[in-house]
């Protein structure tokens, strides 16, 4: 199993598709053979057709296992089952059994990552994709990152960001995308392509990109000919159009549905896919939290069979927390997958620890999950020595797997499951101590709420890079629906964004009862209220106390969570390898200061407008306002900054 900081392979050359050694089967031969936990014999029975080519049957027999399956995908699925039931203890008894298949078929990886090597909001180093040495020299990093894939239950990887190059289609890349769906191949792991809408133009040198054109249809058609010959299994694509400057089927005023049916059609000889983002705020007066509803839920229906809308969970942009998006549900004739982000663009890069399990246990607890026909999690992987750079943010790759492979798990499940696969030493930690490590994990992101944005708050993030606060920013020339203020509205009179019947009425979007529920101000889940309400600053909460102190001691709450979650570390220092802990004990550190730093910026500056001294149990400001709002980060939107550069701004 993968060990935090385990050696890496040396240099392969690249395999054949052809190569039987190269083939999920003999990867779970691999694997079986390397089990620890007793003699584990594979079966592959075409018959058992219910299991599909994924499921799996693991008994347990003689001693040993047996792992069943129809399909070379669930015999490898059932090892990897094997090796989780052995590190938490769930091993099946004899005559006992293990059945499984997956909930959902697409459970997909989408990469951020540009061809120049760097990653759109990539904190874990540069793409792990070596897109110079490619096809001739593959990296064995390709297949360390497929196994894990693999162990978690991920099944697809789309390469390259949704911003996406046209560069991608050519064929020098394709032959590049090719060796690594080669090195993927053997770990069940497909491979998908972001594509740009107006690569017929930027690419094909034709005139026009319109979905309608015949020569621009036949272009795409030839382009997937060309793909398939290379990579028969190749998934498909995923395509962000008219959004955010991005080419697409609007700027020839056709709607998203034909352009991605256009798309469909080119991909659909070949059993491949579109996956069409929804996530679209073009300019209008419309609340941008209303915005990808307005455009995408008229055209229900309208899509072919092998398209799939992918819907953010939220419908504003990964925050901290979101209410689910309006458009679940209300496209009942569209298959849609959900788009986590499991790279913490919003959550402290990879300097904070923010598992985020319970935000999606949470979106799932809202949104059916059988409504849906797939996952998908921008990724936090990188180059660097353990690719995720914070080593306890890996955990986020496996659980958003996990819960890909059945969204009814729950996020102590998956604790247990990873905890005790992936730190060494965890087996020998008192109880108490395995305790407080589930715990800090569990309550992670719940203290990053509490500390950035408490109450619904939302999109108070520093400009551009999105990391520490900002709730003053304005930027001249930028749109208002990317500034703090848009959001939180803070007057004299209270604080948040009226989004009820007598406001934007984004809560018309939603069915009942979760309209009344989020439009009635005293029935709100206060969690969220600041997101749908404009609430004034001595409003009574639930608890009896004004909306002023219940905010001020929710910043002080995720600052005192944070420390309790350093303390809980410091527990395990006896049983951790040393680099582990100091690495994991270094950013604790700097994310108890983040945590100062947002409650002091959001208090300081919320607090001109409610004119309200600070409850007596939150402990006072250790910087002002004026040191607060002179903090710049020099970094890019794709950069963490390091621990130097915060304690020499701040
Ligand atoms: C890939 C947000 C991010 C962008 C990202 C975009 C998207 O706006 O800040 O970096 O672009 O979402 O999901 O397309």
């Not at 983002?277 to 229900?300: G, I, M, N, T, W």
């Not at 020595?385 to 492979?405: C, D, E, I, K, V």
């Not at 420390?563 to 527990?571: F, L, P, S, V």
């Amino acid at each position: 199993m993968i060990a935090l900081g385990a050696a890496r392979a040396s240099a392969a050359s690249r395999p054949s598709a052809a190569d039987a050694s190269h083939t999920p089967f003999a990867t779970a031969q691999r694997e079986a053979a390397a089990f620890q936990g007793g003699h584990v014999e594979l079966r592959l029975d075409r018959r058992a057709k219910s299991l599909g080519q994924e499921g799996f049957v693991i008994r347990a027999l003689d001693g040993g296992y047996r792992v069943e399956a129809a399909g070379e995908p669930g015999l490898l699925y059932g090892v990897y089952a094997l090796e989780r039931h052995r590190a938490s203890g769930t091993l099946p008894k004899e005559g006992e059994k293990i059945e499984e298949t997956p909930f959902y078929s697409l459970r997909m990886l989408d990469h951020w990552d540009n061809l120049d090597g760097t990653i759109e909001r990539g904190y874990a180093g540069r793409s792990l994709w070596r897109w110079d040495e490619l096809p001739d020299s593959v990296s064995p990093r390709y297949g360390e990152y497929a196994r894990r894939n693999a162990m978690a239950g991920i099944n697809g990887a789309v390469l390259n960001n949704v911003n996406a190059s046209p560069k991608i289609l050519d064929s020098s890349y394709l032959s590049k995308v090719a060796a690594i769906a080669d090195a993927l191949r053997p770990y069940a792991v497909r491979v998908y392509l972001s594509v740009n809408f107006a690569s017929p133009i930027l690419l094909g040198g034709l005139p026009t990109a319109d979905p309608a054109d015949r020569e621009v249809a036949k272009w795409w058609k030839r382009k997937c000919d060309e793909i398939y010959r290379l990579i028969p299994d190749f998934g498909g694509f995923l395509v962000k159009a008219n959004s955010e400057g991005q080419p697409g089927p609007c700027d020839f005023g056709r709607t998203h549905a034909e352009g991605a049916n256009m798309l469909a059609r080119a991909l659909s000889r070949h059993g491949g896919k579109v996956i069409w983002r929804a996530f679209v705020y073009s300019p209008s007066d419309a609340d941008r939290a209303k915005q990808a509803y307005l455009e995408f839920q008229p055209l229900d229906g309208r899509f072919d069979s092998n398209v799939i809308v992918q819907v953010k969970n939220g419908p504003i942009d990964f925050q901290p927390r979101e209410p689910f998006s309006p458009l679940f549900g209300a496209m009942p004739a569209t298959p849609q997958a959900v788009e986590f982000q499991i790279t913490q663009e919003y959550l402290g890069h990879s300097n904070h620890l923010a598992f985020l399990a319970p935000m999606w246990e949470e979106f799932f607890s809202h949104v059916d999950p059988s409504s849906l026909t797939g996952a998908a999690g921008v990724s936090n992987v990188g180059d660097c020595a353990n690719m995720t750079s914070h080593p306890l943010a890996a955990a986020n790759w496996y659980a958003f797997g996990r819960l890909a492979w059945d969204p009814r798990l729950t996020s102590r499940r998956i604790v247990e499951e990873w905890l005790p696969m992936n730190i060494a030493g965890y087996a020998d930690m008192p109880r108490s101590v395995r305790d407080g490590l589930e715990e800090m994990m569990l309550q992670s992101r719940e203290a990053v709420v509490d500390y950035m944005m408490p109450l619904g708050l939302h999109h108070i993030f520093a400009f551009g890079h999105h990391y520490g606060p900002e709730p003053w920013c304005e930027v001249e020339g930028a749109r208002a629906d990317w500034l703090p203020k848009y959001y939180h509205r803070a007057d004299s009179a209270g604080l948040g964004f009226d989004r009820s019947a007598r406001g934007s009425d984004a809560v018309g979007q939603y069915p009942e009862p979760y309209r009344s529920l989020y439009g009635d101000m005293s029935r709100c889940p206060e969690n969220l209220l600041l997101w749908f309400h404009h609430v004034p600053w001595n409003h009574r909460m639930r608890s009896g106390s004004t909306l002023w102190d219940e905010l001020c001691r929710a910043y002080q709450r995720g600052c005192d969570r944070v420390e309790r979650m350093q303390r809980q570390w410091a527990a395990a220092k006896p049983y951790v390898d040393p680099e582990l802990f100091t690495d994991v004990e270094g950013r604790l550190m700097i994310q108890a200061r983040d945590a100062q730093w947002w409650k002091d910026a959001c208090l300081l500056y919320f607090g001109q407008f409610s004119g309200m001294p600070l409850p007596d149990d939150v402990a006072p400001p250790v910087h002002t306002l004026e040191e607060m709002m002179r903090v710049k980060l020099p970094i890019s939107n794709f950069e963490c900054p390091t621990r130097e550069m915060l304690n020499s701004v701040r």
